[in-house]
């Protein structure tokens, strides 16, 4: 059967993302059209894969009138792309704000002009807007997508429960990971430097929902030498100010590294390597893209047991403990301590193997019609 073209909309989200997605669809057969960026990772791409460069600069440092300036001609560029190529499934890969432009009259145009319309939903309700008006406008987001793409089966259920959307159009694809030209790692996971020292490490955009302020209280209470090193950015100022006081008094402050940067996709390979346990204390969320990055590497994990987090940190992965306990989450890291020489990078990669990239999307190449 020939398969119809699509055309993806990134919407910015993470490169990798961006490039495991398209690429496996590329390798499964699909005319890809990737409307990219300047981050765009062109060498990563598969050959097969078309860039189109719509969405110019992604500084997050830019002025506030030249992010409007440059969201107004992409979205003045995407229009008539799409409009031009009337037979292809679009597929966009997460809702931006504000909402009512990203969501609901982008939604309307490619309705209108596209083939088929599909919608990748990260987050069911976004981060930190669970008020009246924001499900209400969720609600009419999701009623306009031919297909709704979820990465667990509790998204899936939270849509159809909370919001109505029929099963007929959800999607549940599993979040791939990439294994191609991955770096070398050690069979043993990684274990104390010559000082004795294990390395914990806390990756990705740094926001109250992810629980770094009950992170550094649980380190209080932890017996065993440890390094931690916080990897992200942090764009709220309220909050950086409260994790900075709680650093500069911690009796650990000397043995934590905060990068509070965007960090290069080459320093992650860096990072993982180095990093003994992957930690997340999240508070709440439907899925985590530094889950999969850990068993991209086979890195063990201490997380809380929040979304379907306890569907991939099992025994031989890591362990689990209560959100918003940093008690609890303490004693999970020293049950991972006490067992972390039995841990293995290669084990665990091998069980991540379900998750190729290449594998996960044969559901949505089926759906796409």
Request: net charge neutral.
């Amino acid at each position: 059967m020939t398969r119809r073209p699509v055309i993806c909309l990134s919407n910015g989200f993470q490169t990798s993302y961006e490039r495991g997605f398209c690429n496996a669809l590329a390798e499964n057969g699909v005319a890809v059209t990737l409307v990219g960026s300047d981050n765009t990772d062109l060498p990563g791409l598969h050959a097969a894969v078309r860039v189109v460069n719509l969405r110019g600069s992604q500084d997050a440092h830019r002025p506030v009138w030249r992010k409007l300036f440059n969201l107004l001609r992409y979205y003045l560029s995407i229009l008539p792309f799409v409009a031009r190529r009337r037979d292809s499934v679009v597929h966009v890969m997460g809702l931006l704000w504000p909402l009512v432009w990203c969501g609901l009259v982008q939604a309307l145009w490619l309705k209108v002009f596209c083939h088929r319309y599909v919608l990748t939903v990260h987050d069911v309700l976004p981060h930190g807007r669970h008020d009246r008006l924001t499900r209400m406008l969720c609600r009419l987001a999701y009623v306009l997508p031919d297909s709704l793409v979820v990465h667990t089966q509790r998204m899936r259920e939270r849509l159809s429960n909370e919001f109505g959307v029929s099963d007929d159009r959800i999607v549940v694809m599993e979040h791939g990971i990439e294994f191609p030209d991955m770096p070398s790692v050690s069979t043993a996971a990684a274990g104390p430097d010559e000082t004795g020292v294990v390395t914990i490490l806390a990756f990705g955009g740094v926001a109250s929902r992810k629980g770094i302020d009950m992170l550094l209280e649980s380190l209080r209470l932890t017996r065993f030498e440890c390094r931690l090193v916080i990897a992200g950015e942090c764009v709220d100022d309220v909050y950086r100010a409260r994790l900075d006081d709680l650093i500069s008094v911690h009796p650990r402050r000397q043995d934590i590294v905060w990068h509070d940067r965007f960090v290069d996709e080459a320093e992650i390979p860096i990072l993982f390597g180095a990093a003994s346990v992957v930690v997340l204390p999240y508070r709440y969320i439907d899925q985590s893209g530094v889950l999969f990055q850990a068993l991209r590497f086979g890195v063990p994990i201490v997380a809380t047991q929040v979304g379907e987090f306890d569907r991939y940190v099992t025994a031989e992965v890591g362990v689990l403990s209560r959100p918003e306990d940093a008690e609890a989450f303490a004693l999970a890291l020293e049950a991972w301590y006490l067992r972390r020489a039995t841990y293995s990078r290669e084990r665990i990669r091998a069980l991540a193997g379900q998750y190729d990239w290449t594998m996960t999307v044969r559901c949505l190449v089926r759906a796409y019609r």
